[in-house]
C-alpha cells in the first residue's frame, strides 16, 4: 500500500484572497502548499489597473507562509479600461493575462462585461501579447436556466471567441458540466482548470428538500452525477489540458447564512490539495497527480515548472468544522469529513 507521494510543489491557478484581515487568514493556506496562485481580481474594488495590481500581489506576498510564494494576477476586464495601461502591464509581467466576468454571473461580477463584443479589442491585445484569456463562463440571464449558463456561455459566446482569435490561450474556469469539457477537449489553445468541489458535489448536496445548504452553494453551481465523472475523468486521465484551480472563495459564515444575501463561493484552501489526492486516489490516478497539480498549469501559462518537491503522506484526518480567527469565521468545505492525505 502507498503510504507516501511526492510531487513537484504544486500551483493554483484559481484562488479568491479577498482583502483585510481575510486576506491575512486565508493567504497563510493557499501559501503553504502552492508555490504561485493566480490571485482572482473580484475583490470588493476589482483590480484593473497596473498600479492595483502591484500593490495587491505585495499585498498578499508579504502575508504568505512561504518566502518564494509568488502571486499571479490577471486584470478584471471591463469595457472602460485603459488599454496603455493594460498593454504596459500584460508587457511588464504585472498582469498574467486578463479575466472576463460576464455581468453579473458570480460575486463581485456587478462590474463584469455586458456586451462582450465591445471588449473584442482588448482580446486582440490578449492574443497580440502572447497573454491568457481567464473565463469565468457562465451567461445569466432570465431565460436561462441557473444549470444550463455554462452551455449558453460556450455556444453563443465562447464558440465565436475561439474561432475569431485563433492564437489566443484560453481558459475555462472551474469547468462544471462535461458538456465544458467536451469544448475543451475537442478545441485548440484552451485549457481548463477543475476545482475539487465539482469533483465531490452533485445538485443534490446543494438543493434536496426545499432547502439550500449554503456552504455548497457556487458558481458555476455543481451539476448532475454525469457532469461529475466526466470531470473526474478529465482531472485524472489521458489529457494535458486540465489543471488545478480550487477556486477556494471565502465568505464569512454569517453572510452565508443570512439567506437574504447569500453569497456564492466555497472554501478549501486548508485542504484542497488533500481533497485532490483523495480524489485521484478514488479514480486509482494517484500516479496522475502530479501531471494535474503542477505541470499542465505551468506549461500551459508558459512558465517554469516549479522546482521543489513536496510530500504527500496516507495519514487520516478529520477537517475542522470553521477557520477562525480574530473576526474571521469561515466554514470550512468537507467539514467534520476525514481525508486519507496530509501535507
Ligand atoms: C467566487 C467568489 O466568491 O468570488 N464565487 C464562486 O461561487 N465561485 C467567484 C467565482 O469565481 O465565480
Ligand atoms: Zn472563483
Known sequence: MTTSIKIIQPDD???????????????????RVNRRCIA???????????????????????NSYNENFEALIPCYLTDSLNLNDFTFALQNNIFVGGKLY???????????????????????????????????????????????REKYFIDEEL???RNTFKDLKIVLEHVSSSYGVDFVNVNKNIGGTITPHHMLLT???VFKNEKINPHHYCMPVVKNEEDLLSLRKAACFDNDKFFLGTDS??????????????????????????LYANIFEEEHALHNLEKFSSINGPQFYGLDINSQVLTLNKIETEVPEYTE???????????????????
Not at 483585510?20 to 493556506?29: A, G
Open 13 to 31: 491557478w484559481h484562488v479568491h484572497f479577498r482583502e483585510d484581515e481575510m486576506l491575512k487568514v486565508v493567504t497563510k493556506y493557499s501559501s
Open 40 to 62: 482572482m481580481p473580484n475583490t470588493s474594488n476589482p483590480i484593473t489597473s497596473s498600479d492595483q495590481a502591484s500593490a495587491y500581489k505585495k499585498l498578499i506576498e508579504s
Open 102 to 148: 460576464p455581468n453579473n454571473a458570480t460575486t463581485n461580477s456587478q462590474h463584469g462585461v455586458n456586451d462582450i463584443k465591445k471588449i473584442y479589442n482588448i482580446f486582440e491585445i490578449l492574443e497580440k501579447e502572447n497573454r491568457v484569456l481567464l473565463i469565468h463562463g457562465e451567461l445569466n440571464r432570465d431565460d436561462i436556466d441557473i444549470f444550463d
Open 159 to 161: 464558440f465565436q471567441i
Open 203 to 205: 445538485k443534490d448536496d
Open 249 to 274: 472563495a471565502p465568505h464569512l459564515t454569517k453572510d452565508k447564512i443570512q439567506h437574504e444575501s447569500l453569497k456564492a463561493g466555497i472554501f478549501s484552501s486548508p485542504c484542497s490539495l488533500e
Open 325 to 343: 480567527e480574530g473576526n474571521i469565521k469561515i466554514k470550512n468545505f468537507f467539514a467534520g469529513k476525514k481525508i486519507n492525505w496530509k501535507v
